[in-house]
């Protein structure tokens, strides 16, 4: 069982900046990478950025979508199990419901937060 909790979500206005945290817990034994999605008005879930965790050559690894390169930085501490998602430059788009996942790529078990809501706006 993996346990994962958001915060750091909020108002801000554009241009603004914001840090998203993930505490992980439980057994993280299995899981090879970790990543955030969100969830915006109307839309699809989608991945924002992703990290590898795994030992095979990949660790460290990021990943992220077209719209939020150069703006978002995907990191982890894993002394603190924490994952963090740095946001700055942000733009009203950038608003919705931010998820932390965890997952095995190869068995397919996922894992989320219940989510942190995220609002760029005036």
């Known amino acids: 069982q993996v346990q994962l909790v958001e915060s750091g979500g909020g108002l801000v206005q554009p241009g603004g900046s914001l840090r998203l945290s993930c505490a992980a817990s439980?057994?993280?034994?299995?899981?090879?990478?970790m990543g955030w999605y969100r969830q915006g008005p109307g839309k699809q879930r989608e991945l924002v950025a992703s990290?590898?965790?795994?030992?095979?050559?990949?660790?460290?690894?990021?990943n992220y979508v077209d719209a939020v390169k150069g703006r978002f930085t995907i990191s982890r501490d894993n002394a603190k199990n924490t994952m963090y998602l740095q946001m700055n430059s942000l733009k009203p788009e950038d608003t919705g419901v931010y998820y932390c996942n965890a997952r095995n790529t190869f068995s397919g078990m996922d894992y989320w937060g219940k989510g942190t809501l995220v609002t760029v706006s005036l």
């Open positions: 439980g057994n993280f034994f299995s899981i090879d990478n």
């Open positions: 990290i590898a965790t795994d030992v095979w050559g990949n660790y460290g690894r990021t």
